[in-house]
């Protein structure tokens, strides 16, 4: 983590596990795999590319990591960006968050 996301009011966490995510485009549930998390973000990544400004649905549910809280949260797509054949990094402002499964 460099001293740029320190200096956040809510600093990123790097963290690795399984998202579901859905969008009002999606009928069901996609895996994506995170990689960071804040108070009020996400970037995960996805298989598809995701239209920004999209409305999401987010589950991360850790399974045997403890150290990542389970939570469920709806945002929206702020980045879309193409890393690879077929993978997307995606950014996701999180505006309502609930903890607890």
Known sequence: M?????NRTFPRLDAQCPVLYRTANNKGWKVAKMQNFSATGIHMIADEKIKLSSKINIQIKPGSKKT???IKAVGKVLRCESIADDKYLISCHLTDVSSGF
């Not at 460099?2 to 320190?6: A, G, L, Q, S, V």
Request: aromatic content about 0%.
């Open 68 to 70: 990542i809280p389970g």
């Open 2 to 6: 460099n001293k740029e996301n320190n």
